[in-house]
């Protein structure tokens, strides 16, 4: 059984996360063509054919258990404007890990992410009931780690060449968590900066 119950639609004021479908598909490649987005990705999701594969192949495992992935649209233009996943999800050990989060550049610091990361985070604590939610970014993704930071989690350190990216160069992977008991906390500076 599934710890995440198909289906799962997350909504804020700016974002609505829904489950990723095919009939999303065409515009999340149309969206991934911008070179920018993959710069610090260990995969260039800018080719249409490759991001269509990688769109398909996160359908297919939200079958099997082993991710659940989202379109992040933008509420009040109706547009979709990335995509996100659950994944590593250990329910025996009551954590996972939010990642796979890229979005169209022009909604970068817009606050769309802050947003989105706030209704995963409370769905995995308060409906999961998670003990520890993980974020991993490559070391040189600066603007990631930034995001990450700004969130609330905590570093907890370098995984040396952790994993060979497509064009096989090893990269080091930054590793962040927040825990349930840390949750009220980053819930309520969260709250308090999706307020101004």
Known sequence: MNWIQHPVTLEGTKVKLSPLESAHFNELVEVA?????????????SEPGKMASLLKSAVLMRATGEQYPFTIIDKINN?????????????????LEIGWTWY??????????????????????????????????????????????????????????ERKMENGIFRNTVMFSITDDEWPGVKKMLEERLAH
């Not at 070179?35 to 999701?45: E, F, H, P, V």
């Not at 550049?105 to 947003?115: D, L, V």
């Not at 999961?128 to 939610?133: F, G, I, Q, S």
């Open 33 to 45: 063509k911008q070179k920018a987005i993959w710069a610090n990705y260990s995969i260039d999701g």
């Open 79 to 95: 547009k979709i404007i990335g995509s996100t996943r659950l994944y590593n999800a250990y329910p025996e050990h009551r954590k």
């Open 104 to 161: 169209d550049p022009a909604y970068w610091g817009s606050g769309h992410n802050i947003e989105c990361k706030y209704l995963l985070l409370g769905y995995c604590f308060e409906i999961l009931k998670a003990v520890r939610v993980q974020f991993q970014t490559n070391e040189t993704n600066e603007r990631s780690r930034a995001a990450i930071q700004k969130i609330g989690a905590t570093y907890e350190g370098i995984l040396r060449k």
